[in-house]
């Protein structure tokens, strides 16, 4: 289960903290709007295979106050806050934040799917299917659950190195390029993206890249079981 923390919240008067209850209250409705913005009439299932428009509809999600969390297949998550043309040819980068370093991927399509009934928004997810990423060499990769994840240093916009160089960068006597930033890279495994607020994201075992266990076929069926016949139904613990 993904902790909750208050949450900014805009007004046109006014800038303040969210509690959990408010935000609670408000994200099912926010998410829904989101989704009611994209399409004129929702379908139950949609694709974008150019980048620009994967990226237009990335950040059409991330623009949603903290509505969003975003599994990746490696395991674990964060609130998508946009996207942007990557540094590397054919590549995207997932931003989460200016605390965060971004995601770098090779995206194949981007999906949506829903499910016939108007109460069931929480259930409706973005599927980003990611191309293979061959490794830099230079990285640290992190194998876990059904992807692997590529931590570096870019010291110029394609120029990597050593994530040490970004994390000692304190202790170092040489100074790094203006340009230096931590990035990781998604090798293999996609991300899902549900409401923050609910069923999926506060479901147990959903944070282990369970989606990239599925094909998008068999994925979707599986969130339509669990939509009929509860959330707990998402996760079986692996057999001993």
Not at 112 to 137: N, V
Not at 138 to 165: A, C, F, M, W
């Amino acid at each position: 289960m993904r902790i909750f923390a208050a949450q900014p919240r805009v007004t046109s008067h006014s800038l303040r903290m969210m509690s959990i209850e408010e935000f609670r209250a408000q994200n099912p409705s926010d998410w829904k709007q989101m989704i009611d913005q994209l399409f004129s009439v929702v379908p139950a299932r949609a694709y974008w295979t150019n980048q620009e428009d994967i990226i237009r509809v990335l950040n059409h999600i991330g623009n949603l106050n903290h509505g969003n969390y975003t599994f990746f297949a490696a395991g674990g998550g964060l609130v998508l806050t946009g996207a942007q043309a990557g540094n590397e040819p054919g590549t995207i980068e997932l931003r989460f934040g200016e605390h965060s370093p971004g995601r770098v991927c090779k995206p194949t399509y981007l999906l949506f799917d829903s499910f016939p009934s108007k109460t069931d928004y929480q259930w409706s997810y973005f599927r980003l299917e990611t191309a293979p990423i061959t490794q830099t060499g230079v990285g640290y990769v992190r194998s876990y659950n059904h992807g692997q994840e590529e931590v570096l240093t870019e010291l110029q916009p394609g120029k990597y190195d050593s994530p040490d160089i970004w994390e000692y960068r304190a202790d170092r006597d040489e100074k790094l390029p203006a340009t230096a930033r931590a990035v990781t890279r998604l090798l293999n495994g996609g991300v899902a993206i549900f409401q923050k607020s609910g069923a999926y994201n506060m479901a147990r075992g959903t944070d282990s890249g369970l989606h990239a266990k599925f094909s998008p076929d068999d994925f979707k069926n599986h969130i339509d079981h669990a939509r009929k016949h509860g959330a707990d139904t998402l996760w079986t613990p692996p057999a001993l």
